[in-house]
């Protein structure tokens, strides 16, 4: 298969007016991001969990609800945690957002493991099965017991945004750019077609 066609149609999609390309990268994203993340970190990222929910109520006390807002990823690594935020439109950045993963850093990873026991607690029964899953593959890293209470692994967390580029002045945000991505995919996978054709495309998506 020609991959630089592949993401030259991806390119050319994400131009139309209603393409969200998000979602449909977004995975790819989430399979290179733990090896990328730890390189930069320079820590060995454990385990991976895509679409993780932060309880609302629990960040936003004024608003009671079991709902819950979602993250990307959160990635769990040998002493911190990070909620990762990824956007294939840098101007896509919203000030509610940012506020809300802001109070997800300053609780700490106990307040937010502690949303997920009260949402599950909240579901309907047909549907509680997911959290249980959630839950499980949360104590596979360590981070909750046999009773799902926290275990005291990783009490900080950490935002990260991977974006196209940088838009932001502050200096103190963990922003990683699409340019920095590829450029590792080159680094580490030098004569591999897939990973020469991604980092391509997300070059030509830095500008957006």
């Known amino acids: 298969?020609?991959?630089?066609?592949?993401?030259?149609?991806?390119?050319?999609?994400?131009?139309?007016?209603?393409?969200?390309?998000?979602?449909?990268?977004?995975?790819?994203?989430?399979?290179?991001?733990?090896?990328?993340?730890?390189?930069?970190?320079?820590?060995?990222?454990?385990?991976?969990?895509?679409?993780?929910?932060?309880h609302i109520?629990?960040?936003?006390?004024?608003?009671?609800?079991?709902?819950?807002?979602?993250?990307?990823?959160?990635l769990i690594g040998e002493t911190h945690n990070w909620l990762v935020e990824f956007k294939t439109d840098s101007g896509s950045r919203r000030e509610a957002q940012d506020?809300?993963?802001?109070?997800?850093?300053?609780?700490?990873?106990?307040?937010?493991?502690?949303?997920?026991?009260?949402?599950?607690?909240?579901?309907?029964?047909?549907?509680?099965?997911?959290?249980a899953h959630l839950l499980a593959k949360l104590r596979s890293f360590g981070l909750v017991d046999q009773e799902n209470a926290w275990t005291g692994k990783n009490p900080q967390l950490e935002i990260v945004y991977v974006q196209p580029?940088?838009?932001?002045?502050?200096?103190?945000?963990?922003?990683?750019?699409?340019?920095q991505i590829a450029e590792w995919l080159e680094c580490v996978h030098p004569d591999a077609e897939f990973e020469k054709a991604f980092a391509d495309a997300l070059r030509g998506w830095a500008g957006d």
């Open 1 to 54: 298969m020609n991959w630089h066609l592949y993401f030259d149609q991806l390119k050319d999609w994400k131009k139309l007016p209603a393409y969200k390309a998000e979602p449909r990268i977004d995975g790819l994203v989430g399979h290179y991001l733990p090896e990328f993340l730890g390189s930069v970190v320079g820590e060995k990222i454990q385990g991976v969990v895509p679409e993780f929910p932060l």
């Open 165 to 179: 580029h940088r838009t932001s002045s502050i200096v103190s945000e963990n922003v990683v750019d699409f340019c």
């Open 99 to 131: 506020e809300y993963l802001a109070a997800a850093k300053r609780m700490g990873t106990d307040a937010i493991l502690d949303g997920i026991r009260k949402i599950e607690k909240a579901t309907m029964s047909r549907y509680r099965h997911k959290y």
């Open 57 to 74: 109520s629990t960040l936003r006390p004024d608003i009671p609800s079991n709902q819950s807002w979602k993250v990307d990823f959160l």
